[in-house]
């Protein structure tokens, strides 16, 4: 919903929220940083110097950004090219720059390849910079320089393009050298492979990994994502330790929030019988992602996923997109959907 | 040690789960869905210790309908409210589902759960709020 706010439709503020309800339900909150694990004493260890002790721990971290991969990046380069990937002052910051772009300016995003967070998301926020140029910047250019070949609901988010903005969105893949190597932040330049692009506003999302507590923790394995058990989300390294969300691996789905919240509840499941030494019971996930192409444009996927043998696994017939070539009404009822499930989101995660 | 390396990391003991009694009873109707690819390990899994979290049984309805309400609430503007209606209204939409084109995402989701259920979240849909 972050989108949401670069192009315009929403505030910040009406996509802020706070603990309070969770508390009020009993919920203890520390606001406090995890800086380390501590599995021999089953400690988490905060920033403040205390400890916190768990019988089950369960992870929701998020993921870190990466630049590593991209020359020239340098410490506070966000100040200049927000990644805007984690809602809060970036947020702003690019709609703010997005705002004051000369006419006909060019608006540069880059994309990392998969996986990374919210797989749609980028084409979202393109469609919802096109929708706000349209109406304040008409001679203006969206650039998206992607890592990969192809992208989910890409034929959808292109046949909206061609309808609402046609000519003025430019998407470039991998395989016409469009990923990112290197960037000029002073010179304001984006270097791909085959190629250098100088943009007016940088929106650069970096490639994603599981953060470091996690990863110097050895919860990753070395592979950047945790493993672990798609019937509990208990870690496949540390017994006790659950990581869901977009931490881990949890391929075919995506890392969406609807799949984190469900893989939140699935986990919850499995706790309360874990905690009383009986077996953890089937669960299920499923995943709908809505994407804004416009305020009144949306566009969804959906599947149903279980563990199969130990393997997260896709029920057959069950993922798909909306259809190309709907009716108008059919992509506004899915934008009107996706704002309800926005308002039914936030109440199931913050009370 | 805050960071244990990988050798102290396998000295944390992994649990293991006994059999969970009659699992195989509810098995072929998960197997059902999955088709004749993943049949046959569904219905020969051994309930191992190994094998503790793969079960193919029955997902319990009140884990079902804490998914419906990810998406569906009382208050909700456009999306339908499903929350306090009849169980077998309920149950008549969710089997009308499967196959049908002009819907956006339930006859996909719907394609997923079994019968038996379908049949078992419309209960418990009909009886509470989210």
């Given at each position: 919903?972050?989108?949401?706010v670069?192009?315009?439709?929403?505030?910040?503020?009406?996509?802020?929220?706070?603990?309070?309800?969770?508390?009020?339900?009993?919920v203890?909150h520390?606001?406090?940083?995890?800086?380390?694990?501590?599995?021999?004493?089953?400690e988490?260890?905060?920033?403040?110097?205390?400890?916190?002790?768990?019988?089950?721990?369960?992870?929701?971290?998020?993921?870190?950004?990466?630049?590593?991969?991209i020359?020239?990046?340098?410490?506070?380069?966000?100040?200049?090219?927000?990644?805007?990937?984690?809602?809060?002052?970036q947020?702003?910051?690019?709609?703010?720059?997005?705002?004051?772009?000369?006419p006909?300016?060019?608006?540069?995003?880059?994309?990392?390849?998969?996986?990374?967070?919210?797989p749609?998301?980028?084409?979202?926020?393109?469609?919802?910079?096109?929708?706000?140029?349209?109406?304040?910047?008409?001679?203006?250019?969206?650039?998206?320089?992607?890592?990969?070949?192809?992208?989910t609901?890409?034929?959808?988010?292109?046949?909206?393009?061609?309808?609402?903005?046609?000519?003025?969105?430019?998407?470039?893949?991998?395989?016409?050298?469009?990923?990112?190597?290197?960037?000029?932040?002073a010179?304001?330049?984006?270097?791909?492979?085959?190629?250098?692009?100088?943009?007016?506003?940088?929106?650069?999302?970096?490639p994603?990994?599981?953060?470091?507590?996690?990863?110097?923790?050895?919860?990753?394995?070395?592979?950047?994502?945790?493993?672990?058990?798609?019937?509990?989300?208990?870690?496949?390294?540390?017994?006790?330790?659950?990581?869901?969300?977009?931490?881990i691996?949890a391929?075919?789905?995506?890392?969406?929030?609807?799949?984190?919240?469900?893989?939140?509840?699935?986990?919850?499941?499995a706790?309360?019988?874990?905690?009383?030494?009986?077996?953890?019971?089937?669960?299920?996930?499923?995943?709908?992602?809505?994407?804004?192409?416009a305020?009144?444009?949306?566009?969804?996927?959906?599947?149903?996923?279980?563990p199969?043998?130990?393997?997260?696994?896709?029920?057959?017939?069950s993922?798909?997109?909306?259809?190309?070539?709907?009716?108008?009404?059919?992509?506004?009822?899915?934008?009107?959907?996706?704002?309800?499930w926005?308002?039914t989101?936030?109440?199931?995660?913050?009370? | 040690m805050?960071?244990?390396?990988?050798?102290?990391?396998?000295?944390?003991?992994?649990?293991?789960?006994?059999?969970?009694?009659?699992?195989?009873?509810?098995?072929p109707?998960?197997?059902?869905?999955?088709?004749?690819?993943?049949?046959?390990?569904?219905?020969?899994?051994?309930?191992?210790?190994?094998?503790a979290?793969?079960?193919?049984g029955?997902?319990?309805?009140?884990?079902?309908?804490?998914?419906?309400?990810?998406?569906?609430?009382?208050?909700?503007?456009?999306?339908?409210?499903?929350?306090?209606?009849?169980?077998?209204?309920?149950?008549?939409?969710?089997?009308?589902?499967?196959?049908?084109?002009?819907?956006?995402?339930?006859?996909?989701?719907?394609?997923?759960?079994?019968?038996?259920?379908?049949?078992?979240?419309?209960?418990?849909?009909a009886?509470g709020?989210?």
């Open positions: 919903m972050s989108n949401a670069i192009g315009g439709l929403r505030t910040l503020d009406s996509i802020t929220h706070s603990y309070e309800r969770l508390t009020a339900q009993g203890r520390v606001p406090a940083w995890a800086v380390g694990l501590d599995f021999e004493a089953r988490v260890v905060l920033d403040e110097g205390s400890r916190l002790p768990w019988d089950r721990l369960v992870l929701a971290p998020g993921v870190e950004f990466d630049y590593g991969r020359d020239g990046t340098v410490p506070g380069i966000e100040a200049s090219w927000p990644h805007a990937w984690q809602a809060g002052p947020t702003e910051l690019l709609a703010r720059q997005l705002a004051a772009m000369r006909g300016g060019v608006f540069v995003m880059t994309i990392p390849d998969n996986p990374y967070r919210c749609p998301g980028p084409y979202e926020r393109a469609s919802l910079v096109a929708d706000w140029c349209r109406q304040h910047n008409p001679t203006a250019k969206i650039l998206l320089l992607d890592a990969k070949d192809s992208f609901k890409q034929a959808l988010f292109e046949e909206a393009w061609a309808a609402r903005y046609p000519g003025m969105i430019e998407w470039l893949g991998g395989a016409a050298g469009a990923r990112l190597t290197a960037v000029d932040v010179a304001g330049t984006f270097m791909t492979e085959f190629d250098s692009f100088r943009a007016d506003v940088g929106n650069l999302i970096p994603q990994r599981a953060p470091a507590l996690l990863r110097d923790a050895g919860l990753d394995d070395g592979r950047g994502w945790c493993e672990v058990d798609p019937a509990t989300c208990e870690s496949r390294v540390v017994a006790g330790v659950h990581v869901l969300g977009d931490a691996n391929n075919p789905m995506p890392k969406s929030a609807f799949a984190a919240n469900n893989q939140a509840k699935a986990c919850a499941a706790l309360i019988a874990l905690l009383r030494d009986e077996l953890p019971p089937p669960v299920l996930f499923m995943n709908t992602c809505y994407s804004l192409a305020a009144d444009y949306g566009i969804s996927i959906a599947g149903v996923y279980r199969i043998d130990g393997v997260l696994t896709a029920m057959p017939g993922v798909g997109t909306s259809p190309l070539g709907a009716s108008a009404a059919l992509r506004q009822l899915e934008a009107q959907y996706a704002f309800d926005y308002t989101i936030v109440r199931d995660t913050f009370g | 805050i960071f244990p390396g990988p050798e102290r990391r396998r000295s944390v003991p992994v649990r293991r789960w006994p059999a969970r009694a009659g699992w195989s009873n509810t098995g109707t998960i197997a059902a869905l999955l088709g004749g690819l993943t049949l046959a390990s569904a219905l020969t899994a051994e309930p191992a210790s190994e094998a979290s793969e079960h193919a029955d997902v319990a309805p009140e884990l079902l309908a804490a998914i419906c309400s990810s998406c569906h609430r009382p208050d909700n503007v456009a999306m339908p409210v499903i929350h306090g209606r009849p169980a077998g209204q309920l149950l008549a939409l969710l089997e009308r589902f499967p196959g049908q084109r002009d819907v956006t995402v339930m006859h996909r989701l719907t394609v997923g759960l079994s019968g038996r259920e379908l049949e078992a979240v419309a209960q418990r849909l009886a709020t989210p």
